[in-house]
């Protein structure tokens, strides 16, 4: 089992593997200097040493080259403070040049070696002209990065609908996928403005208690199978999984009732079975309609 150490360089952002090498007393926020694919860059330590399975490791590991002085903090924060002016200058240049793109984000790496410019567009961008334009200007190198809509809102900041931070923003350091399954499963309407996010994608928060919906959907009894209660024999119509229960329509009632699943047996006489089956269903209505209804 190889040793790592996590890092991290910017805040909120996905934590990476290095090796830490002779460098074995380091400890949560200590910045360091580490190798990576587009070379030095300035880190800072979000995971203590630990030992990892070899499986949780994708390629090679780079090392921990030095640990960070205090120049090196005080180059970070001084072209830090310069990667608003260089987001200016460059969308001025791609409205000069009508490019159909926007840029959203300048990233000076820490001793100013490099220049990433992270941007949206509908489709792909022959940016050579502009890269030129800015490496003349900037004299540094400079890098293009097409990002997508979650990204670019992680970037731009905001609040949600449920009144805190976004979690790209805050908390969650990547995304995840998520899927309209996972609005069907816990029950939500299915309109884009009700299960969307400031970026226009679904829901991160889709994704949180999908599996405990999974989980709980699977023990209770599907819809359409008829139960035994203490008033009779029932038909299941519909899931509260919340609550862990049931709708169910009784005979000789014109309404549905809501039943705990652990008070309910499942009917298994043949004869029973496909005499309910076969009666007409009373309709619940749809969350659509309600809300239509509550509208007007």
């Known amino acids: 089992m190889p040793q790592v150490v996590g890092i991290s360089f910017k805040p909120v952002t996905k934590i990476y593997y290095f090796d830490p090498t002779s460098f074995k007393d380091l400890i949560i926020d200590d910045w360091v200097i580490v190798e990576t694919a587009r070379g030095l860059e300035l880190g800072r330590v979000a995971l203590p040493i630990r030992l990892v399975a070899d499986n949780e490791i994708k390629g090679q590991l780079k090392p921990v080259l030095r640990r960070a002085n205090p120049v090196d903090l005080l180059l970070a924060q001084e072209y830090q403070a310069k990667e608003p002016e260089a987001l200016t200058i460059c969308s001025k240049l791609v409205n000069e040049m009508n490019i159909s793109m926007k840029v959203v984000q300048a990233d000076y790496s820490f001793d100013g070696s490099r220049l990433l410019f992270c941007f949206t567009a509908d489709q792909r961008i022959d940016f050579r002209e502009l890269v030129k334009e800015l490496a003349k200007h900037?004299?540094?190198?400079?890098?293009?990065?097409?990002v997508g809509a979650r990204d670019e809102t992680k970037v731009l900041d905001g609040y949600g609908r449920c009144g805190r931070r976004l979690c790209?923003?805050?908390?969650?350091?990547?995304?995840?996928?998520?899927?309209?399954?996972?609005?069907?499963?816990?029950?939500?309407?299915?309109?884009?403005?009700?299960?969307?996010?400031?970026?226009?994608?679904?829901?991160c928060c889709l994704s949180y208690e999908d599996q405990m919906y999974t989980e709980i959907a699977k023990s209770l009894p599907q819809i359409g199978s008829p139960i035994k209660l203490k008033k009779g024999v029932g038909i299941v119509r519909g899931h509260n999984i919340i609550n862990e229960s049931v709708m169910v329509e009784v005979e000789d009632d014109t309404s549905y009732i809501e039943v705990p699943a652990s008070e309910i047996e499942l009917v298994i006489d043949e004869e029973i079975l496909k005499e309910k089956l076969h009666q007409p269903k009373k309709t619940m209505p749809l969350e659509d309609e309600v809300e239509e209804e509550m509208e007007e």
């Open 138 to 146: 900037f004299k540094t190198r400079i890098e293009m990065k097409q």
């Open 168 to 203: 790209c923003s805050s908390w969650l350091t990547e995304f995840y996928p998520v899927s309209i399954r996972m609005a069907k499963q816990q029950g939500l309407p299915l309109a884009p403005s009700e299960i969307s996010g400031m970026c226009g994608r679904l829901l």
